[in-house]
């Protein structure tokens, strides 16, 4: 996970640094899209490594055959939902690439297969097949990305990249996992039924981690929505970087819904990074801006890199709540975050978009109230999740 979320951050740098502000903030907005887009993949992966992770009994190769088919099925009906999406989706981000918008529908169609497959090997805690295919997500992105914008910078073309770079992972689950069968018709609409509710609060938290470049796009002019995407990086490192938490934890608190004292332990775990990362960006702010993007190109994110870290590291341990949630089949979840979601878009519309905070004031303000927001519904789900357990018990 290491390797590929370095690789998948390395793109992002080398876009940065190839692209111009305004370009680079489209292509963040679309890589915001595809993390909204991925929550089905992550629904899966989810549903699956909690189905298989709880099987005690003999079956467990028709249950992963089950979720593979089902993986198939969903890859088909996202990449349909999301080509007829592309007209609305140009014309709210103003984007003028079309095939850069279009070429969202096939990676998304690429990771929702492999979404299935990572499924299949983290609730059976096959580390090392696992690792091989974390390691193909980040090396597919950065080389042909990466390699991409060096052929041509722009939009396109880094979207281009995106989509081939997509395509691995899948060859190599349908590698690793040959040979799977057994599944029944049943197994997968149980498959099914149950990712739509992974799939629900798991859309909710990433709709609000990303929600923030989408109004930076929106209510900022070009040069200062160019800054806040260029913090976005920052805070998508602190968010990606504990995530390996997640991927081990998951199955035991899906076995043992009932262990707070794991769940403690994995926030702490989250958090005590997440203050690191903040600690760093206030300690060292020019090398963090010579990595987010340059100080030839933005000289004054040093000033508050460190904003973006707290609300990365916030977001990181909202994951971890909202993951626990799903172990556990709470369904309240997704709307406590949707409530969040609609408090930070009308927040941000009132303060920024009626110019109470304008330039790099909004930029501050912006990613404060993306930090109080993640702070906030960790605690009260948090909260929920130990009260549903006491109640259990």
């Known amino acids: 996970m290491a390797v ?8 992002t ?11 680079f903030s489209a292509v963040v907005a679309l890589l915001g899209l595809l993390l909204i887009g991925n929550v089905v993949p992550l629904g899966l992966q989810a549903s699956g490594a909690r189905r298989i992770a709880t099987h005690t009994g003999a079956g467990r190769e028709a249950l992963a055959d089950s ?18 999406a592309s007209p609305l989706l140009i014309w709210l981000l103003h984007i003028d690439s079309v095939l850069a918008v279009i070429l969202l529908a096939p990676t998304l ?27 193909a997500v980040g090396v597919g992105r950065f080389a042909f990305g990466a390699g991409a ?9 880094a979207m281009i990249g995106v989509a081939v770079g997509a395509a691995v992972p899948p060859l190599v689950g349908s590698f690793l996992l040959r040979g799977s069968k057994g599944g029944t018709p049943e197994q997968v609409k149980e498959v099914l039924r149950e990712t739509i509710h992974g799939t629900h609060a798991l859309l909710a938290f990433f709709a609000i981690a990303n929600a923030d470049a989408l109004l930076a796009r929106g209510l900022m002019d070009g040069q ?10 920052v805070a998508k490192a602190c968010l990606f970087l504990p995530q390996f938490v997640i991927v081990i934890v998951f199955p035991s608190l ?4 009932g262990d707070t004292l794991r769940l403690r332990r994995a926030i702490q775990a989250v958090a005590a990074l997440g203050v690191c990362c903040v600690l760093g960006a206030l300690l060292l702010p020019d090398l963090v801006v010579t990595v987010a993007g340059g100080k030839d190109k933005y000289p004054v994110l040093g000033d508050f890199a460190w904003i973006f870290a707290l609300a990365g590291s916030a977001y990181a341990v909202l994951q971890l709540v909202v993951y626990a949630a799903i172990a556990q089949q709470e369904k309240r979840a997704a709307l406590v975050i949707w409530i969040g979601l ?47 357990t006491a109640d259990k018990a």
């Open 254 to 257: 899906a076995s043992s819904p």
């Open 342 to 388: 609609a408090v930070l878009a009308v927040a941000a519309l009132i303060v920024i978009g009626t110019d109470l905070a304008t330039g790099f004031t909004a930029i501050k303000v912006l990613a404060a109230m993306t930090a109080a927001c993640a702070i906030a519904l960790s605690a009260v789900l948090a909260t929920g999740l130990h009260r549903q």
């Open 4 to 11: 590929m979320n370095v690789a998948a951050y390395g793109f």
């Open 67 to 84: 979720l593979l088919r089902a993986g198939r099925r969903s890859a088909l009906g996202l990449t349909v939902v999301c080509l007829l």
């Open 109 to 135: 169609g690429g990771l929702t297969l492999m979404g299935s497959q990572l499924g299949v090997l983290q609730g059976s805690e096959r580390w090392t097949e696992l690792a091989a295919m974390y390691t």
């Open 13 to 23: 740098l080398f876009a940065v640094h190839r692209l111009v502000p305004e370009q």
């Open 224 to 233: 200062h929505s160019g800054y806040y995407a260029a913090g976005v990086i």
């Open 149 to 157: 914008l060096v052929i041509h910078p722009s939009v396109t073309a």
